[in-house]
């Protein structure tokens, strides 16, 4: 997708009253950045009339996937072919398997990820990269940037910054998630377009999330795009996370990995902590919104069980007390774990 194209399609979500801000840094300043070139602002066309909002899919079945369930196969796998043999020993070999999502992968050619996202998907990468590189079959690669939001995109052109990284590692899969930059009440938020409060949210920002999907799978990766982990006392996460079920519905370049099950009470209330062998563990930070440990390596199970299995492999335990677990970024606004970090007990 072009420069051009992509800035002329940008030009729907403008109107006059949106002001474009510079950038800025998330509210935890001392989380280091991502190594990334930050393109210069996408440049501002002429107010355009307003995209009608999109259509709704007429129900469907969403690849959802959470830990307690597997993504169904693509949309794209033919019908079994329908056939008159009734003879039991031969009739089942008539029946075609279901192909799985992704290739099977080997020691020689291990299957490529890349992780996109903002600081919540920077604290995610380091227990997702371990329980995939833990099968040897995996290799994972991380490229998130703090304050990153779809809506972002007047001050974070994510267009331009993510085919160098897709030049790079050559995914077969992308993992993404944004939503505390696009959502919630955040400092210095008003270069957002579209913003929260705006009328036509739902539909522009439909339109980015199916830009993005375009541009992370261009050369052929499937997307697997998390949901937004819930907050206290907050229904905006769910919003932007029915709007990507919907979606998802109709592209099946996208995955939808939900992991509100997996952080909510069973009655959908939001957890902060987990029991781990009598002892409740914290799960997210003080913020209500990013991860300690805990909620790290509940996220990385569930999403390294949604990629292996589509690539038909099975998820191995032994990488949830590695190395990773060490890893600086969980020493800021730190959480009060109840063992060393490492201690499996």
């Not at 709704?56 to 008159?84: D, G, N």
């Not at 050619?109 to 990468?125: F, Q």
């Amino acid at each position: 997708m072009s420069r051009r194209h992509v800035v002329g399609l940008l030009t729907v979500l403008l109107t006059s009253s949106c002001s474009v801000g510079e950038d800025t840094t998330e509210q935890h300043p001392e989380v280091a950045r991502a190594p990334v070139t930050t393109a210069a602002p996408a440049t501002t066309a002429a107010p355009a009339t307003t995209a009608a909002p999109a259509t709704t899919a007429a129900p469907a079945t969403v690849p959802v996937v959470s830990a307690l369930t597997s993504a169904p196969p693509p949309k794209t796998t033919p019908a079994p072919v329908p056939t008159t043999n009734t003879d039991p020993l031969t009739a089942e070999s008539s029946i075609p398997e279901s192909p799985v999502l992704l290739r099977t992968p080997t020691i020689v050619d291990p299957l490529r990820v890349m992780v996109v996202g903002d600081s919540v998907t920077y604290e995610v990468e380091p227990g997702l990269t371990a329980a995939l590189q833990y099968t040897g079959l995996v290799v994972s690669a991380g490229r998130t940037q703090v304050g990153f939001g779809l809506s972002r995109w007047p001050v974070y052109a994510w267009w331009e910054v993510w085919p160098p990284f897709l030049t790079e590692i050559q995914p077969e899969v992308v993992v993404v998630q944004t939503g505390t930059w696009d959502v919630n009440d955040v400092w210095d938020g008003d270069d957002r377009i579209p913003a929260p409060e705006d009328p036509d949210w739902e539909a522009s920002f439909a339109f980015l999330v199916r830009m993005a999907v375009d541009v992370l799978s261009d050369d052929g990766a499937h997307v697997y795009w998390l949901t937004m982990l819930p907050m206290p006392f907050s229904e905006r996460p769910e919003r932007l996370n029915r709007l990507l079920r919907d979606i998802a519905t109709t592209d099946d370049r996208m995955t939808v990995v939900d992991l509100t099950p997996d952080f909510t009470d069973v009655e959908g209330r939001y957890l902060s902590h987990v029991d781990r062998h009598g002892v409740g563990w914290p799960i997210r930070k003080v913020d209500g919104v990013h991860l300690c440990r805990e909620g790290a390596e509940l996220v990385g199970s569930i999403v390294a069980m949604a990629i292996l299995s589509d690539a038909g492999l099975s998820p191995m335990s032994g990488w949830e007390d590695g190395t990773w677990r060490s890893d600086a970024r969980y020493d800021v606004d730190p959480c009060d774990d109840p063992a060393p970090v490492g201690d499996p007990s």
